[in-house]
């Protein structure tokens, strides 16, 4: 492993972004639980107008407590959405598609899948069949993709382990042989043998422990650069992000509230849940006492009105118990859903509007 | 517990289903305080009338009312199952919570017994039983010795919930407040596995009314009790289906049909309302 | 391969456990009762003629020899583990001089064949069509089968051969209902006689399955219901791995432990099933004989028959819970 390949000085600094289409577009996307249970109809609108770039080459953190919709979102970009969970408005784009993903069919998603879009996953402990040695998922994974023999197959696939420093008799284990940290970069090196444009990991470091977890952000910080693919990376972990994220998003019950490259984040936060979210991180020589939010995050069947934070925010004015901000470029790159933040954060047109699939809006965030 | 069971009943159509059959099983039994004859009692009808006004159900070829010698047998065929359910009941709890509380040596001897009686062919040894006290097979015999024979497969249902109470905080807070074992495990993990012995209970009555049946027809069992199974074998003696007298079989085997279905349906509901797995996969999308 | 030696030795153990558990009930019960079987025999065959004494006396002390009922109950509690150590019950009295060993092994083949058929076909026809069902949730035919799957399942196996009985003896005579083969066969590698055999065994092994099926059905539904939520079935799907291979490879096989091992634990209640349906349908398999050695108050052979089906089904559990790793990797090298 080279856990010093990547410095954690370098993490935040925005790189050129390459010409082209964006590697992910997502626009003003809502995807609810829609339940009925013993009469009672129930509505979590666990990802509530999202709309947010990912650019080519690039590793989108996204932030957020557990339960604020961070997993559902990557369950929607991913067209991996089955009921409840409903897609009830918005779109969803990647570079290497000509269309919204929700526009395939289900053979042409299949197609996509893996060759084009791959994903580490939470949980990964458990994404291995327990019963298949590690081969046969590399088989189920990956041999319609590469268009190989089996042999010429099996050579590129050992090839591509010791490229990430994985000797290719893990191939013959089983997975409850392996251990937690090597069963995750079997995944990764799983995820990454059809070098696919888009790569989603959830909370891909979350149940190693740290040592190990270093290693792991290395690897695939590792497998990423060299297959060039961008990658949407989702973890509670603000150090985690710290050191893999170019770019930054917060999200809170549902909402993306703010997004900025990751050095700004962490130097000039602007939303107070962001600034709480940084100041909760330990620092070298500090003695005080940090301060936790009072409250528990909301319920997103029932969450509140306006801002979704003010019930828990030490900067609530009026404004906010009554009308969702919108989310405003308020410097480059830089943008956030907080009145407290600049006069010129204005009430969202569309946050509010509930069930109703919204005409597809002008990219949100524009300075009027 | 009122609105989960009005919850139940309007949005559960199995649960509506087993209750009416169970419902009208229960009415079916309690009708027999009000009989014009005694139970069991023979010659007090005319000999195989076939279902009329007069005799709902017909009568036998033992001078009996078929409808009314049907309300006592499915009485004491439920109150056997009942007692065994019970009976049962008790001893799967006892072993289930011990086990699953204490763990350790106590839990490995005592599921290493409970595995030995799952594999246990009852029949056998149910006939071996009958077989050496012939005349003096009684009714609360033969429900021990099913009791006795009825409970490992819930013993370790109930193991399996006790053991994950076990590392529940409120356990450690119990120990620490200085509840003793026995205490715990009654007040506190009890009411916890309760639902799930009360789905079980449901299933352990129809096994053992289908055991009481299957032994009662061959005539393993104290024949002079009117139950579900006599009735078949008083049927099969007098060789009914031959003679047409169809409603002497037709009418306790459909009975006997229809509490079967309507205790696994009450069942298969409630363990479905207690399990949350199950719940989440029953909540239906929308889309 | 060590961890697998320390499973064979564990389940063997488990299996030493039963039989032992087992046949001291057997023991108890026919022994630790106050009802003396002997004289049980003796009025049972002196109900209808006066006796001589002296010789009432010398039955009573042969059928004591013959049952193993001489000495102290520790003496004879010795003996009867010999007996069933060589599985020599003695002779049978309702078929003297024949063996109990030989009526029992005689019967044998068709308990052992009526049961494995059925056990087969409903535990692969449950299993096949319960997946499917938990997989396919919305398919409208495997849910109407699910219906009717659970409406037959909690009827117990005696009332639903008797229906079996009472439809295709009575009310649609097509099939035999009672006997093994046509009795006037004679028995052989006859293709006459094999499809007689074939026949008379339609109805048993009908009503078995039609209980049979519907448990395995709602149990693997239910395992598959729980397992398609699992991280590496959804894994697979995110990662296009065909639908097929995911439902074979990925759920059916990770459902199928459970219900081997389901199986093995109900081995004793599908063996219950199995010898009432004999009954019913007058199959000369061990349930059959049962059931007439106990009218004939034939001691011996009722327990005999008893301590030899714990054994057999015990056994049987055994053998499939040593095919279990075969199928599990975890077991075999965990």
């Known amino acids: 492993m080279h856990p010093s390949r990547r410095d954690n000085g370098s993490a935040g600094e925005p790189r050129p972004a390459p010409e082209g289409p964006p590697a992910l577009s997502v626009d003003n996307l809502r995807a609810y639980y829609l339940m009925h249970y013993f009469g009672v109809e129930r509505e979590v609108r666990a990802v509530d107008d999202i709309s947010l770039v990912v650019r080519r080459n690039e590793i989108y953190g996204l932030a957020g407590e557990s339960s604020c919709g961070k997993t559902t979102f990557l369950k929607t970009i991913a067209a991996a959405v089955r009921p409840p969970l409903t897609v009830v408005a918005g779109s969803v784009r990647y570079g290497f598609l000509d269309r919204d993903i929700y526009a395939l069919s289900p053979a042409e998603l299949s197609a996509i899948r893996w060759k084009h879009l791959s994903y580490i996953t939470q949980g990964s402990m458990n994404v291995l069949n327990p019963v298949r040695r590690v081969r046969q998922s590399f088989i189920d994974f990956a041999y319609r993709h590469m268009r190989l023999h089996r ?34 970069r079997v995944t990764i090196a799983l995820a990454t043998i059809c070098r696919p444009e888009f790569i989603i990991a959830d909370e891909p470091t979350t149940a190693l422990d740290v040592v190990v977890q270093k290693d792991v952000l290395a690897m695939i910080r590792e497998a990423q650069q060299q297959i060039g693919s961008s990658m949407l990376f989702v973890t509670h972990d603000m150090t985690v992000h710290a050191n893999i994220a170019d770019r930054l998003g917060i999200m809170y019950a549902g909402r ?95 946050a509010e509007r509930a069930a109703v699939p919204t005409p597809r809006a002008e990219p949100v965030g524009l300075v009027q | 517990m009122f609105r989960i069971l009005k919850d ?121 039983v009958y077989f050496i006290f012939k005349d003096h097979m009684s009714w609360a015999l033969l429900a021990v010795a099913m009791a006795s024979l009825g409970w490992p497969y819930d013993a370790r249902l109930i193991r399996s919930v006790a053991l ?112 949350p797995r199950s719940r989440l996969s029953r909540m239906g999308g929308s889309a | ?121 409903s535990w692969g026809l449950g299993n096949l069509l319960g997946g499917l069902a938990g997989y396919y949730r919305r398919n409208v035919a495997l849910k109407l089968f699910g219906v009717v799957a659970s409406g037959l399942q909690p009827i117990p196996n005696y009332v639903m051969a008797f229906v079996v009985l009472v439809l295709f003896g009575y009310v649609w005579p097509i099939l035999p209902i009672t006997g093994s083969s046509q009795i006037n066969l004679p028995q052989g590698w006859t293709l006459a006689y094999f499809e007689s055999v074939f026949q008379h065994a339609l109805l048993p092994v009908l009503s078995l399955v039609l209980v049979g099926t519907g448990a395995w059905f709602i149990g693997m539904r239910a ?80 327990i005999g028959i008893a301590s030899m089906s714990i054994i057999a089904v015990a056994f049987a559990a055994l053998v499939i819970d040593l095919v279990l790793p075969l199928l599990d990797p975890r077991v075999r090298t965990a």
């Open chain 2, 8 to 128: 139940l009943l309007r949005y559960n159509r199995e649960f509506a289903l087993g209750a009416i059959l169970i419902l009208l099983v229960v009415a079916m039994s309690l009708a027999s305080f009000f009989s014009p004859y005694p139970s069991g009692l023979q010659y007090v009808a005319p000999f195989d009338v076939p279902p009329s006004w007069g005799h709902p159900f017909g009568t036998n070829s033992r001078g009996q009312d078929v409808f009314w010698e049907l309300t006592f047998a499915i009485r004491n065929s439920l109150l056997f199952g009942i007692t065994v359910a019970l009976l049962s009941r008790l001893i799967a709890l006892v072993v289930g919570l011990t086990s699953g509380y204490i763990g350790g040596v106590v839990d490995r001897i005592l599921m290493s017994i409970n595995d030995t009686f799952v594999v246990f062919p009852p029949f056998p040894i149910l006939v071996l």
């Open chain 3, 223 to 302: 395992l598959v219901s729980n397992i398609v939520t699992e991280d590496y079935v959804t894994y697979a799907e995110l990662g296009g791995v065909d639908r097929r291979r995911i439902l074979i490879s990925y759920v059916m096989r990770n459902a199928l432990m459970p219900q081997v091992t389901g199986l093995a634990l109900s081995l004793g209640l599908i063996f219950n099933g199995a010898v009432i349906t004999e009954v019913v349908f007058g199959y000369p398999g061990l349930g059959n004989l049962l059931i007439r050695a106990v009218y004939a108050g034939d001691y011996s052979l009722v």
């Open chain 1, 256 to 350: 993306l509230v703010e997004e900025a490259p990751t050095a700004e984040i962490f130097t000039k936060p602007m939303h107070p849940y962001t600034a709480h979210l940084v100041a909760s991180l330990p620092r070298i020589g500090e003695q005080s006492r940090k301060k936790s939010l009072s409250g528990a995050p909301p319920n997103l069947a029932a969450p509140p009105s306006g801002c979704r934070f003010h019930p828990r925010c030490p900067l609530t004015m009026d404004v906010c118990r009554e009308a969702s901000p919108a989310l405003t470029t308020l410097a480059p790159g830089h943008r956030v859903a907080c009145y407290a933040a600049s006069p010129l954060v204005k009430p969202s047109a569309t």
């Open chain 3, 1 to 121: 391969m060590a961890a697998y030696t320390l499973y064979v030795l564990r389940r063997f153990g488990q299996f030493v456990l039963v039989v032992f558990v087992g046949i001291n009930i057997a023991f108890f019960v026919t022994h630790a009762t106050p009802i003396d079987p002997i004289t049980a025999a003796i009025a049972a065959t002196t109900r209808f003629s006066q006796s001589d004494p002296q010789a009432v006396q010398m039955t009573r002390e042969a059928l004591r020899e013959l049952y193993g009922l001489q000495g102290s109950l520790w003496q004879q509690y010795v003996a009867f583990w010999m007996r069933v150590a060589v599985a020599d019950f003695g002779p049978s009295l309702s078929a003297f001089p024949t063996p109990v060993s030989t009526l029992i092994w005689r019967a044998l083949p068709w308990t052992f064949g009526l049961l494995s058929i059925a056990t087969l076909i």
């Open chain 1, 151 to 184: 042999r010429a197959f099996f050579a590129a696939v050992e090839q591509h382990l010791r490229r990430l420093h994985l000797a290719a008799n893990v191939l013959d284990a089983y997975p409850h042989e392996l251990s937690g940290g090597m069963k995750q």
């Open chain 2, 164 to 275: 994950s109470l076990r590392t529940r905080e409120f356990t450690t807070q119990s120990i620490f407040s200085g509840m003793s074992t026995r205490q715990i495990l009654i007040e506190e993990h009890l009411p916890y596995v309760l639902p799930i012995v009360f789905a079980t209970t449901m299933n352990n009555i129809n096994w053992s009314i289908g055991l009481e049946v299957t032994l009662s027809v061959i005539g393993f069992t104290n024949i002079e009790t009117p139950t579900i199974g006599t009735m078949i074998y008083w049927a099969n003696q007098h060789t009914a289906l031959v003679a047409g007298v169809w409603w002497w079989i037709a009418f306790p085997v459909g009975l006997v049909i229809m509490t079967f279905i309507g205790l696994y349906l009450l069942s298969v509901s409630m363990n479905e309302y207690i399990d």
